[in-house]
């Protein structure tokens, strides 16, 4: 999906939290992702932006931050323009 809609402004970031870089490199590796891989080791940032605590999580947000999912913290985020993760 990305390759294909990369040219027509879709963006993909794949963010991975609390685990080490080693690990996710490798994983990137295995798995062949080609989409940015953002790392949060502490799990801090995803936790109090996002409301995830676990993976598997998935957001869709639009060019002026508005979540695909407005409920909760992430409706607030939403709201005043999104973080800048």
Request: charged fraction near 30%.
């Given at each position: 999906?990305?390759?294909?809609?990369k040219?027509?402004?879709l963006?993909?970031?794949?963010?991975?939290f609390?685990e080490k870089?080693?690990h996710?490199r490798?994983v990137?590796?295995?798995r062949?992702y080609?989409?940015p891989?953002l790392?949060d080791?502490?799990g801090?940032?995803?936790?109090?932006?996002?409301?995830v605590?676990?993976?598997?999580?998935?957001?869709?947000?639009?060019?002026?931050?508005?979540?695909?999912r407005?409920?909760?913290r992430?409706a607030?985020?939403a709201?005043a323009?999104?973080?800048?993760?």
């Amino acid at each position: 999906m990305y390759g294909e809609f990369k040219g027509k402004g879709l963006e993909i970031l794949l963010v991975n939290f609390r685990e080490k870089p080693d690990h996710v490199r490798q994983v990137v590796r295995e798995r062949g992702y080609v989409a940015p891989v953002l790392l949060d080791e502490s799990g801090d940032v995803t936790g109090k932006a996002y409301g995830v605590w676990g993976p598997p999580t998935a957001y869709l947000i639009d060019r002026e931050w508005a979540t695909d999912r407005p409920r909760g913290r992430a409706a607030r985020l939403a709201g005043a323009g999104g973080p800048r993760v």
